[in-house]
């Protein structure tokens, strides 16, 4: 659905794992040009992460980055959600 990339209206937060088995470098990277200039679009990469990297008891679990993509969700949802909404 890359062609909808310009008609994003709201902000959008994207994690990509860089070995995500799901998600190819190839689509991630076209994922991240088709949002590139996009103001309200941020993409997030994660080296040397497995899909569900940030999923608690999962094999894929990665604590650094797991926190770091848990840091910047609590940053990204505290800038755009009003309190009360």
Do not use: M, W
């Not at 937060?13 to 040009?33: C, K, N, P, S």
């Not at 080296?47 to 940053?75: I, K, M, Q, S």
């Amino acid at each position: 659905h890359l062609e909808q990339a310009g008609g994003i209206a709201s902000p959008l937060l994207v994690h990509l794992a860089e070995h995500d088995e799901f998600i190819t470098q190839q689509a991630q990277q076209r994922i991240a040009a088709a949002v590139d200039r996009h103001p309200e679009v941020e993409v997030y990469r994660y080296p040397g992460c497995h899909h569900a990297f940030a999923r608690h008891r999962r094999v894929a679990y990665d604590a650094d980055p797991a926190a770091l993509a848990n840091g910047r969700t609590h940053e990204f949802l505290a800038g755009h959600l009003k309190n009360g909404a």
